[in-house]
C-alpha cells in the first residue's frame, strides 16, 4: 500500500486494571495481523509498576521488538488507578501512515487530555484501512467498552476533549 492514510478510535472504558485484568498486556483495542507486526493497539502493562495504559504502533516487521522500539513508538500513561465503578474516555489517533516517508505521528488522549504523542517516525503497514479487522476486547481484556466511534481522519486535541464532554450525540 502506497497511499497515506490517518485515522482516529474513541471509546469509553470502564475496568479497574489491577483487580479485572489477570494476564500482562490484556488489549481493549487491536488491528492488525499480530501483537508485533504492522499493529496499532492500546493495552494495559501490568508487567511493570507503575501498571500504565500503553498505546502503540509497530511498523511491518522487521526483527523483534526491542525495548528501544518499545520507547520509540509506545506512549505510555503510568499509574492507571482506574476503579471499576469509573468511565474514562480515550481516543487514539495517527496520520501519515504508508507515506513511505518519516512523517507518521500518533496520539494518545485520555478524558480529554493528551497523554503523548510520538511524531517523525516511518509507519509503513503492507496492510491499509479496510483489510484487517478491528478488535475490542481483545487478548484477555474483561472490562467493558461502549460508545466506540471509528473516524478516517486524524482527530486533534480539541477534537479529543469535544468527545470527552459532547453537546449532541455522535450520530447527529
Not at 509498576?49 to 526483527?63: E, M, N, T
Not at 469509573?86 to 516517508?101: D, L
Request: aromatic fraction near 14%.
Amino acid at each position: 500500500q502506497n497511499e497515506s492514510w490517518s485515522g482516529s478510535v474513541s471509546f469509553w472504558m470502564g475496568v479497574d486494571p489491577k483487580i479485572d485484568l489477570e494476564a500482562n498486556y490484556p488489549e481493549p483495542f487491536h488491528i492488525g495481523k499480530k501483537w508485533d507486526d504492522a499493529v496499532i493497539f492500546v493495552d494495559f502493562d501490568k508487567k511493570n509498576v507503575p501498571l500504565s495504559l500503553r498505546f502503540g504502533c509497530y511498523p511491518d516487521k522487521s526483527g523483534e521488538v526491542t525495548d528501544e522500539m518499545v520507547q520509540q513508538r509506545v506512549i505510555r500513561v503510568e499509574g492507571v488507578n482506574w476503579k471499576n465503578t469509573e468511565w474514562h474516555h480515550v481516543v487514539i489517533s495517527w496520520a501519515n501512515f504508508n507515506s513511505g516517508k518519516a512523517n507518521g505521528e500518533w496520539a494518545l488522549y485520555v478524558d480529554g487530555e493528551e497523554k503523548g504523542r510520538k511524531r517523525n517516525l516511518k509507519q509503513d503497514l503492507f496492510w491499509g484501512p479496510g483489510v484487517q479487522n478491528i478488535r475490542f476486547n481483545h487478548y484477555k481484556y474483561t472490562g467493558n467498552i461502549d460508545e466506540i466511534a471509528v473516524f478516517d481522519i486524524a482527530l486533534d486535541p480539541v477534537d479529543a476533549k469535544y468527545l470527552y464532554k459532547p453537546k449532541t450525540s455522535l450520530n447527529i
